[in-house]
């Protein structure tokens, strides 16, 4: 479960071919469905099945720690607090600790801000090799006219932005226009040229398991290199069974393609416990490889301070304050 300095410096497409897209197939699309008693009961089992003790979970935990995009997206936010960030980016957890758990070095996995912050994060994080990501296309509603979409992802590059999250219209989910949102993203994959591309479907709006699976694989189809559940600002956020519909899409994608596309829970995952659980069900249902950064990210916050706790508790053997784990 050690991470190297090779596996975290590198772009994640540079790791992988990247997922081109193929045409729209309507027959596939269509044909997905999802049994919803049959996947809440095995999202059920896996909090209480899989446990991890010790210098495992330590490693499995220091391993979240590198899927981490550490994130902050607040209408207060300023470029002191994006830099304070970038700095808990690059040093995640005490030097002391790391040190003690032969981890010397760890950095999280990426920094997601609004595009106004792009450039601040770029120069604090400069010679880290941790990329800034952008949140994009009129984040978090996505309801704002198309070709200002377009362009935002285009200044959000310019800015220096290597990754973007952009998030799709849930219309085109709701109406069953499957042509409609299979263009968008196309269009924004284009907008977006090198950097990589998260599609964030929102599932909290997406009304049924069924809807979720299926624009799981458009976004796919179209290109995404990453599907994500939400923007954190929804309602219902990242669940254990949207999960297990959006990863094995992402399965059956990679099954007909040969192209693996990385997956992205984020909001509301806030405690190492919760951590520890998605990455169990990630090697479960999608093996190893996606347990790397370049597959596999959290789109969090907080969940790195109690990470960090957990930690200085396997070293110490007691119990920090959260208090003292503040993140920003």
């Not at 970038?86 to 997601?112: H, N």
């Not at 952009?166 to 284009?190: C, D, P, Q």
């Not at 624009?215 to 669940?239: P, Y």
């Not at 990455?279 to 597959?295: F, T, V």
């Amino acid at each position: 479960m050690q991470t190297t300095q090779t596996e975290r410096v590198h772009l994640p497409q540079t790791l992988e071919p990247r997922n081109p897209g193929i045409a729209l197939d309507l027959d596939w699309v269509m044909r997905a469905t999802a049994n919803r008693s049959a996947i809440e009961r095995r999202a059920a089992t896996l909090p209480g099945r899989r446990s991890v003790k010790k210098a495992y979970q330590a490693a499995w935990l220091c391993r979240a720690i590198t899927c981490i995009d550490l994130t902050t997206l607040a209408g207060d936010d300023t470029v002191g607090r994006v830099n304070r960030l970038c700095a808990k980016a690059r040093q995640p957890v005490r030097a002391d600790l790391l040190e003690a758990l032969g981890m010397s070095g760890l950095t999280v996995g990426a920094v997601c801000v609004y595009h106004d912050m792009v450039e601040p994060a770029v120069a604090a994080l400069a010679g880290s090799g941790i990329p800034v990501a952008a949140v994009s296309t009129g984040f978090p509603a996505g309801l704002s006219p198309f070709h200002l979409r377009v362009a935002e992802i285009e200044e959000s590059v310019k800015a220096g932005a290597t990754e973007i999250d952009i998030v799709i219209s849930r219309r085109h989910v709701l109406t069953g226009n499957w042509h409609a949102l299979y263009e968008e993203m196309k269009a924004f994959r284009a907008a977006c040229g090198d950097a990589h591309v998260k599609a964030i479907l929102a599932t909290g709006e997406l009304g049924t398991l069924q809807n979720v699976a299926r624009a799981s694989l458009v976004c796919m189809m179209a290109g995404a290199d990453f599907i994500k559940t939400s923007t954190g600002k929804e309602s219902v956020n990242a669940t254990l069974p949207v999960s297990l519909v959006m990863i094995r899409a992402i399965r059956d994608y990679h099954k007909a393609t040969g192209y693996r596309v990385g997956y992205k829970p984020a909001g509301g995952i806030s405690k190492a416990k919760d951590a520890l659980v998605y990455l169990s069900l990630i090697k479960e249902e999608l093996g190893d490889r996606w347990l790397q950064n370049d597959l596999f990210r959290f789109g969090a916050s907080s969940l790195l301070g109690d990470i960090e706790r957990q930690l200085e508790h396997h070293v110490t053997g007691a119990y920090s304050a959260s208090w003292r784990h503040a993140i920003g």
